[in-house]
């Protein structure tokens, strides 16, 4: 699966964006859909991920009542809704696509597709 991220920006704290990741070459089918993010001078974190069936999702705890993980399997397309920003979220935001089992949703080797990376940056 070859995927391609959008959507990133600037915004000011307390607002929204709305990152897309499209999945081109290949289809998203029973793959489940991942966000990751990496701040400057800091690891690659777990963000959101949503499962093929797009009914069961999972969040980071620092994102949790903010950020909203859906897709359209129709389109190929994840997409990560965020609201609330704060200055914490900026980074580069990742999307990638795999077949983790549950108790590996959160860790990125469970995904071998990657796309290229969009920045978020939140202004205070």
């Known amino acids: 699966v070859q995927l391609q991220a959008s959507g990133g920006g600037l915004v000011q704290a307390g607002g929204s964006l709305r990152l897309s990741c499209v999945a081109t070459?290949?289809?998203?089918?029973?793959?489940?859909g991942a966000w990751f993010r990496q701040a400057p001078g800091k690891e690659r974190e777990f963000v959101a991920a949503?499962?093929?069936?797009?009914?069961?999702?999972y969040y980071a705890d620092s994102v949790k009542g903010r950020f909203t993980a859906s897709r359209d399997n129709a389109k190929n397309t994840l997409y990560l809704q965020m609201s609330s920003l704060k200055p914490e979220d900026t980074a580069v935001y990742y999307c990638?696509?795999?077949?983790?089992?549950?108790?590996?949703?959160?860790?990125?080797?469970?995904?071998?597709?990657w796309g290229q990376g969009t920045q978020v940056t939140v202004s205070s």
């Open positions: 990638a696509a795999g077949r983790p089992i549950t108790s590996t949703t959160t860790n990125g080797r469970s995904y071998d597709s």
């Open positions: 070459a290949r289809s998203f089918s029973g793959y489940t």
């Open positions: 949503v499962r093929w069936s797009g009914s069961t999702t």
